[in-house]
Antibody, heavy 120, light 108 residues
């Protein structure tokens, strides 16, 4: 069974930093691109970032560019999101999601999410 | 950036009846369109990709159609577990990947 488990969320003050992790199992992690998608409370889905299987291609949403850094460790089957200069509008549940072997969406499956709250 | 617009925002349907959800793209996405279901308190899950191909394990009562800018998700006979929020997503021209704002399917 393919499983994605996020961790690292929590309460952080504006301007602070946080590092999210996503542990993958049940598939050959190093063969698939990965993504972060977030969902603000009561709102829709917003794609945040993409990383290709070998980390050769990395993309960000404009809303997080320059503040967030995506990375992966294929030896540890893990995906990361380093978040800096956090703002109140970064408050959301953050999901990691597996892409296709072709390198593109769709996303399947998704992890259960980890909540990040940015508040003073 | 391609804008995805879903309609209606909320759809009220009785169990056993048919639900029709729409998704429109601001420019052609060919058939690079996916649908996701999100039940309350859960992560989204993939229903349809390539506009019309059901993901593994998705019941046959779910069907997708369309190409270009107009897409439809039909649930032929609603079961209790189908009442959820549905999102469309385009992946024809990315980044960024973009989602519609969602349609909430509620029990009438």
């Amino acid at each position: 069974e393919v499983l994605l488990v996020e961790s690292g969320g929590g309460l952080v003050k504006p301007g602070g930093s946080l590092r999210l992790s996503c542990a993958a199992s049940g598939f050959t992690f190093s063969s698939y691109p990965m993504n972060w998608v977030r969902q603000a409370p009561g709102k829709g889905l917003e794609w945040v970032s993409y990383i290709s299987s070998a980390s050769s291609y990395i993309y960000y949403a404009d809303s997080v560019k320059g503040r967030f850094t995506i990375s992966r460790d294929n030896a540890k089957n893990s995906l990361y999101l380093q978040m800096e200069s956090l703002r109140a509008d970064d408050t959301a549940v953050y999901y990691c999601a597996k892409g296709t072997a072709a390198g593109s969406p769709p996303f399947d499956p998704w992890g259960q999410g980890t909540l990040v709250t940015v508040s003073s | 950036e391609i804008l995805m617009t879903q309609s209606p925002a909320t759809l009220s349907v009785s169990p056993g009846e048919r639900a029709t959800l729409s998704c429109r793209a601001s420019q052609s996405v060919n058939t690079n369109l996916a649908w996701y279901q999100q039940r309350p308190g859960q992560a989204p899950s993939l229903l349809i990709y390539g506009a019309s191909t059901r993901a593994t394990g998705v019941p046959a009562r779910f069907s997708g159609s369309g190409s270009g800018t107009e897409f439809t998700l039909i649930i032929s006979s609603l079961q209790s577990e189908d009442f959820a929020v549905y999102y469309c997503q385009q992946y024809n021209k990315w980044p960024p990947v973009t989602f519609g704002q969602g349609t909430r399917l509620e029990i009438k």
